[in-house]
């Protein structure tokens, strides 16, 4: 918490990113290094360059997932609420908040057991994810969790319509994993457990 902020960092985010990298990088790092054996018509890295391709491109695959892992963190911004005065700071901006009209769950058929992610944000504008739900617990909890309901009470949020559906009745089926205040409200209260529908 800052002065009157409470801020909602990327540590279940982080570590779900983590995790999956740590999984991911062997292969990327055996492929990677394998290609510099594999040819796209002309002679192949190690025919041109001998032994020494291996280290390069065994080095160059590492480099790449390290920048990967900085860009993961760099978009990961930190989100912020103050409830006295009604504000929240998005990826850097500051807004009312009425001016939340947007929220959607990540993924949307809530079939990945490491973590379920709520988009917030303005339609179209500015956005950030929370992970609600990481493996079977609830992050959102205690200050965090009353501050997201006092954000999500004040604001705007609605789901998407269409022109062939104006007034939004079918907007749950034609905007899939959208939500509306309540909806939203109730998945950060509750977070639903793998396979389970949002509201």
Known sequence: M???????DDGPKRRVIHRRLGRLWPFVLAFGTASAFMSKGGPSPFQSFGW???PIWFAGWGLVLLAAWGVLHLVSRPFAIDRERGLVRLRGRV???SAVDFAELEPFT???PD?????LGIRKRRTVVLVIRE????TATGAHRDALLAALAGSSITRPSSVHDPTGR????NFPGSLDKAGAAEVVEHPPQVGVAGP
């Open 115 to 119: 973590l379920l992610s709520i988009r």
């Open 52 to 54: 020494i391709a291996v």
């Open 170 to 173: 079918f907007a749950r089926f």
């Open 2 to 8: 800052a002065g009157d902020w409470v801020e909602f």
């Open 135 to 138: 493996g079977r617990e609830a």
């Open 95 to 97: 807004v009312p908040f």
């Open 110 to 112: 809530n079939l990945d």
